[in-house]
């Protein structure tokens, strides 16, 4: 049957039949709190109150800078364009081109994007006009049409300083291109800021090694330890390169680099302690972890807290990559390799319906590998989630607004399971 006709009976099939019961609900994240923290054994308390108070203390200076910014002025200026921010970053461009006045234009954007704290927001492009006096130092990131209850609430004083969807890591790493092209004084901003940007994401970093999404902390699910969208990999990247002089971080001197590779070594650790073991193996991990228990927790109302197949192969990607691998290490790999490979889903294909049903998951022999998004840690199965907190174990029972907008099946592991056939006799 050729597969037009057979996403024609499905679709009609799946559009007669009643919705299946949920399997279950989507629970908020818990914050990192003072609460939290009082609850924790005595001896483990003082990392974590004095944590908590360096992130009180920056939020308050951060806000003071932009309320004594915004003094006198008659009007405020217009909160910055949202778009592609990595896109206007780019990172593989002849070391002639940072030197360019396009590449001095969009430092000077990052210049003056820099948060007091030395982060920067996410989804802005660099390639526009600098920061005004008083402007907001990041574009509007809460959700266009939040629903009551939505975990993701809005607010005034949002993302200001992340790590999400490549934020501060990307303005990091251009700067120190921008410095290796301009020797010398000329180049001292951006080295400065660079150094700035690192400093920011030790501070950000959490005293069992992870990072929250965002810093100064947020609240919520942006309290919790990030591997979604490899937040926390593109920071541990950052640091490992930064640390050994890479990439134009020739500028740094000997101590910050120790306490660069010294963070790093703290965040291998934590990810080989967050790997979710089955039957006793390591396996996979979430896409967010909980910043006091480690266990998986729950992001955007959809999102649930699960083992992550795309989070995780990009985990194990980073550990390949190490250059000298610890027996753990390797352990870890071997793991979740053999679990992405167990997951993996044979002769189906996740295709696009039509407006009104969204994506369905159809029968077509010789597809594949796919992988669900999510796993049940317990059972492996495979669950979505949807945007009223309702859990369920078959794609097609969520509403088709999720079906249409998010990924739920797709090959992100097959490229580490490639990498992992040449490293594995290494």
Do not use: C
């Not at 703290?266 to 990810?271: D, E, K, N, P, S």
């Amino acid at each position: 049957m050729p597969l037009a006709h057979r996403l024609a009976v499905l679709a009609l099939a799946l559009s007669s039949s009643a919705f299946a019961a949920q399997i279950g609900a989507i629970p908020p994240a818990e914050a990192l709190t003072t609460a939290r923290v009082e609850a924790l054994p005595l001896a483990e308390r003082g990392a974590w109150q004095a944590y908590l108070a360096r992130s009180d203390a920056q939020r308050a200076a951060d806000r003071a800078v932009l309320a004594a910014e915004r003094q006198g002025l008659a009007e405020l200026p217009a909160p910055p364009a949202s778009g592609n921010g990595a896109a206007s970053l780019p990172l593989d461009r002849p070391t002639a081109w940072y030197a360019s006045e396009p590449a001095r234009a969009v430092a000077r954007n990052i210049l003056s994007y820099q948060t007091p704290a030395g982060g920067w927001g996410k989804n802005q492009p660099r390639d526009a006009a600098p920061r005004q006096r008083g402007q907001a130092f990041v574009a509007d990131g809460n959700p266009k049409a939040p629903s009551p209850g939505d975990f993701d609430k809005p607010g005034h004083w949002s993302y200001v300083g992340t790590i999400d969807n490549e934020a501060t890591t990307r303005e990091v790493r251009f700067l120190a291109r921008m410095a290796q092209a301009h020797p010398g004084d000329v180049g001292a901003a951006y080295r400065q800021a660079a150094e700035r940007g690192l400093r920011y994401l030790l501070a950000a970093q959490f005293p069992n090694g992870g990072w929250p999404q965002v810093w100064p902390l947020q609240g919520g699910y942006h309290d919790a330890i990030t591997l979604n969208d490899n937040a926390m990999i593109d920071v541990m990247a950052l640091l490992g390169m930064a640390s050994r002089g890479e990439a134009g971080f020739d500028f740094l001197g000997a101590a910050p680099r120790g306490e660069l590779a010294a963070a790093e070594s703290r965040a291998v650790q934590l990810l080989l302690t967050l790997q979710i073991r089955i039957d006793g193996q390591p396996a996979l991990w979430a896409q967010q972890h909980d910043v006091l228990t480690l266990a998986p927790t729950s992001a955007r109302n959809y999102e649930p807290p699960a083992l992550s197949s795309g989070e995780s192969a990009q985990v194990l990607a980073y550990l390949m990559a190490m250059p000298a691998p610890s027996p753990a290490v390797v352990a870890a790999v071997k793991g979740g390799v053999a679990m992405l490979k167990r997951l993996a889903v044979r002769d189906r294909v996740w295709v696009m319906v039509d407006a009104q049903q969204g994506k369905r998951l159809v029968e077509q022999p010789g597809a594949g590998p796919l992988w669900s998004r999510y796993y049940d840690a317990t059972t492996l199965k495979p669950v979505f989630g949807d945007r009223d907190k309702s859990l369920h174990d078959d794609v097609h029972d969520i509403s088709a607004e999720r079906r249409r907008g998010y990924a739920w099946w797709g090959s992100w592991p097959q490229k580490t399971l490639d990498a992992y056939e040449a490293w594995a006799p290494r």
